[in-house]
Every structure is written in C-alpha cells, then in structure tokens.
C-alpha cells in the first residue's frame, strides 16, 4: 500500500477533494491531506460535491501538516502555491510534486464542481505516475 499527503493552505477545499478522489479511484493508495495553515472545518461546498459523487467519508476533516509529519510517505502533493512555498523537510526524504488548482472556497457550488473534475482528471494520473 502506497502513502500519499495532499497539502493545501486551510486543508478545507482542494486538498480534502483530492484525500477522498484518491481513495475512492486509485486502488493501492491510502490518501491523507493537512495543512499548512488549516482552517478547522470542511468547506461545506466541499463536502456536498463529494457526497453527490457518493465518496464523503466522515474520516474527512482539516488538519495541520503537524498532525501527520511523523507519518511515512511515500509522494507528498501540493495543489496550491503556499503550499508549494512553505513546503517543510520531512523527517525522510521522499518525492513531492505539485499540481496547483484554483480555490475554489468563497465561490459558488459550480466551482467546487469544476475543481473536482480537474483534480480527478489532472491529479490522479499524476499522482500514479509518480508512484511508477
């Protein structure tokens, strides 16, 4: 079983998106997502597009990077800049992409939609070839 940490800024919209498409798509990979700055809640937009899809979890919920750092990795992703930015040195090396998505938090439920598709679309592949 491969490990992969999906990192955001407030751990409410993009990063969570992404926890549960790994999960739900990708055979073999355990997802968990934190962040750099979290925000203590799910966006609810966040959490209503993942229902409509059938893969809400109530194991979802904003964390800080400092909840999992001491957890095995084996890919770390970041999907927004800050993220990407403020990235720390894990306690062991391992390899880190970044696939920057748009926030979709203070936006209609339409861009939650749209981020879903691209995070499921984009990403996932992504993260799968870099687990090769």
Known sequence: ??????????????????????????????????????SGRVNPNAKKVLERNGIWDEKYYSKHLDEVIDEDFDLVVTVCDHAKETCPVFPKPLKKIHVGFEDPDGKDFAAFEKTYKEIKTVLLPKIVAALV
Do not use: Y
Not at 21 to 30: P, R, S, T
């Open 1 to 38: 079983m491969k490990k992969v940490l999906i990192m955001c800024t407030g751990n409410s919209c993009r990063s969570i998106i992404a926890e549960a498409l790994v999960e739900a798509f990708l055979d073999g990979i355990e997802a968990k997502s934190c962040g750099v700055a979290p």
